[in-house]
């Protein structure tokens, strides 16, 4: 009699249960990916500096993110600004500002989102991607949902302290580089052409001082 009981006790959690997870991002069931095999962006602490859309060279370029629950469903409606980032290797320093990324538009019927804009932040990425985080639920490698997904991502920026300010304490970082071809300091060559001059002092310049709104 107590077995019947203990069996008809848990009917109710079965049909509960279901409901509960649709609609909750599942890390393990939703995706991210890049619109090319390789990005390279440069970002600034003030969000002001490139952005995903050209990244690849040709217009249209983005990072999508697709979100489904735990029963497979699409989840649309996700905030705009609930996005994070981060580098799959600890040993690379980012300083990100409040929201750093934000998608074009919330998550459609599909549950699909697009990132083109910028990155607020600094700090520099040069190994191992980045990682995507949505509402705090850090997108997974499929199928074995171990590790996250690493997107493969290089990020440079005129902050190379990664303190979200550009200040003197960048430019001493950068001058240690300046002049050098190839680049001795990769963080440095913000126009990926292997070099540290003056088109790096350009655009160092341009965002000196920025720092996060």
């Not at 859309?53 to 699409?74: Q, T």
Request: glycine share 8%; charged share 15%.
């Amino acid at each position: 009699m107590k077995k019947r009981i203990f069996l008809f006790s848990l009917i109710p959690l079965l049909f509960v249960n279901g409901p509960l997870l649709a609609g909750q991002i599942d890390p393990c069931n939703s995706t991210a990916s890049i619109s090319c095999a390789a990005m390279r962006i440069s970002i600034c602490p003030l969000g002001d500096f490139e952005l995903f859309d050209a990244v690849c060279g040709a217009s249209g370029d983005h990072i999508k993110i697709v979100i489904r629950d735990a029963m497979n469903n699409p989840v649309p409606g996700i905030p705009r600004t609930d996005y994070w980032l981060g580098a799959c290797d600890p040993t690379y320093d980012l300083c990100l500002c409040c929201q750093p990324i934000i998608a074009d538009a919330i998550t459609d019927i599909s549950g699909t989102a697009y990132i083109c804009g910028t990155i607020s932040g600094g700090g520099c990425v040069l190994n191992s991607g980045i990682y995507i985080t949505v509402q705090g639920q850090t997108i997974m490698d499929q199928p074995t949902c171990i590790s996250p997904t690493c997107l493969n991502i290089v990020i440079v920026s005129p902050d190379m302290t990664a303190d979200c300010v550009i200040n003197l304490s960048d430019l001493g970082v950068f001058a240690a580089s300046y002049g050098s071809c190839p680049a001795t300091d990769p963080c440095a060559d913000f126009n990926d052409d292997n070099c540290v001059n003056l088109s790096d002092l350009a655009l160092f310049a341009g965002h000196y001082m920025h720092e996060c709104r």
